[in-house]
């Protein structure tokens, strides 16, 4: 992607959390103010230790500072009046047929007045309870309606439902606890969701060859569901045409890009002690050039819809494969940020991503194309065995790796990656016996630094243990990720 798309690919990083911005900065002043300290409640949920660059907050009421819930109480006030008013959404204006029909009884009301002579008395009373009569459909249709609800959770504030503070908390961090804005940004998304049809965009076929531009895959450290988004994908013509071609396709598009956030969405739990955001990756190795003007209108579109109807669903951006260009505009965009939304920006060179994910996703979630042990519909390793070991490798010396292999006939598998690579590396089985061989199971390479992880099985015919040998030659500590698991042959027929 060019320098101008990564600006608004930067915005939509900034966009989808822009309007949380400055609370924190308030949040922070007050903290220094009253120097009050939050009370640990053994009944909640035990949270997970955030990163110090940015910290979510909590979505209890009781963890709320007063002028939080002040606002929070407000906005739930004026949302159970809309609701009960039947003014959350806008007044549908008369159809162009209704209309005519109108002015069609007024005028035929005007040739009978012209005729007053013949009309009787009992006929005039008739034709003025026609209007009447006209009115009582209107008033028929104010149903109220008390089910309204956005991502699943009840509006209703009088619903006591537990996932609505959660909702309004994101409107308002979003426009800072100022309650009339939190309010009309709620109202114009209810509006824009039943324009758009977005409430049954679940049940819709689309964007089957983009699957690959951004997909949900696994979780982070903290239970955060990942969204990956791969903007190297458009380098290939055929894809990009077929992707932006028409207005049609660029709609169907951004269409595409609402319906897997609301997948996103449904991966998350909206309750004061649930994971209520996602964590947003932004590979851009590859990204298009300037040329692709298409996509940066659509992405200007994505942009503004995405900020604008899904406030406070993105915990963290993390942006990797960074090119050259990236920095200058950064240093370019960077007065205009507050520290809010920077301290929700990491970047990675294409040096650091291993190393950059891993702070935030285990190795078993990270796919392997980034230096993790993930791959695509492989079930060798289950939550249960699947735990990752991890090894420190000091400059200039060598550690190796044992992996008992006691039974005979059993299968060993393993996964290894060395963060940075730039290591002489080897396997062999060691026999028990002493005077049987060792067996190379891989001999001595170098492996250099753009190595994907290793996966490698070994099946022992004798008592022994496979050993896995990392030499670092560096002048720099590296870190050795590993896990494996031994698979028992079945023995029955």
Not at 153 to 173: Q, W, Y
Not at 308 to 318: G, I, K, L, S, T
Not at 394 to 414: H, L, M, Q, R
């Amino acid at each position: 992607m060019t320098v101008e798309v990564k600006v608004e690919e930067t915005q939509m990083a900034e966009a989808v959390v822009a309007q949380e911005d400055s609370k924190k900065d308030v949040e922070e002043s007050q903290n220094v103010a009253s120097g009050e300290e939050k009370e640990v409640n053994d009944s909640k949920p035990r949270i997970v230790e955030r990163s110090a660059s940015y910290k979510e907050e909590s979505n209890f009421f009781s963890d709320l500072k007063e002028f939080e819930r002040k606002a929070l109480n407000e906005l739930k006030s004026k949302l159970e009046e809309a609701i009960l008013g039947n003014s959350l959404f806008k007044k549908e204006e008369p159809k162009k047929n209704e209309k005519q029909g109108s002015e069609n009884v007024e005028k035929e009301k005007e040739e009978e007045k012209e005729k007053g002579e013949s009309e009787t008395p009992i006929e005039e009373e008739a034709s003025k309870t026609e209007p009447e009569e006209e009115k009582k459909p209107e008033e028929k249709g104010t149903e109220i309606d008390r089910d309204i609800s956005l991502w699943g959770v009840p509006l209703l504030p009088s619903k006591c439902a537990e996932g609505t503070d959660v909702v309004l908390l994101k409107f308002l961090r979003a426009r800072e606890f100022k309650v009339n804005e939190a309010f009309e940004m709620l109202r114009k998304t209810m509006q824009w969701r039943k324009d758009f049809n977005i409430d049954s965009i679940l049940d819709e076929n689309l964007g089957a060859d983009l699957s690959s531009v951004a997909y949900m895959n696994g979780v982070d450290r903290e239970g955060h569901p990942v969204c990956y988004n791969i903007y190297g994908v458009f380098e290939n013509e055929e894809l990009y045409q077929k992707t932006f071609r028409t207005e049609e396709k660029r709609e169907q598009f951004l269409r595409w890009r609402f319906q897997l956030m609301e997948k996103g969405i449904q991966k998350l739990d909206l309750r004061p002690s649930g994971v209520s955001s996602l964590l947003q990756i932004n590979d851009l190795k590859n990204s298009p050039g300037l040329s692709k003007k298409e996509l940066r209108i659509a992405m200007k579109q994505a942009v503004s819809a995405l900020q604008d109807n899904y406030p406070e669903f993105v915990a963290r951006n993390v942006f990797i494969n960074v090119p050259f260009w990236y920095y200058a505009l950064n240093a370019l965009l960077s007065p205009f940020l507050t520290q809010r939304t920077k301290s929700k920006f990491v970047v990675a060179h294409p040096a650091k991503v291993t190393e950059t994910l891993l702070k935030h996703i285990p190795a078993e979630e990270v796919p392997v194309q980034y230096g993790g042990f993930k791959r695509e519909n492989d079930f060798e390793f289950t939550g249960e065995d699947g735990a990752v070991s991890e090894l420190t490798i000091k400059a200039g010396s060598t550690e190796t790796i044992e992996i008992p292999a006691d039974e005979v006939g059993s299968t060993f598998v393993w996964d290894l990656t060395v963060l940075g690579w730039e290591v002489n590396y080897k396997e062999e089985f060691v026999p028990k016996d002493e005077g049987s061989y060792t067996i190379i199971v891989q001999k001595t390479k170098k492996l250099g630094a753009q190595e994907e992880p290793i996966r490698n099985t070994f099946k022992n015919n004798e008592p022994g243990k496979v050993v896995l040998t990392i030499g670092n030659a560096s002048s720099k500590k590296k870190r050795v990720l590993y896990r494996y698991k031994a698979k028992k042959e079945d023995s029955s027929f």
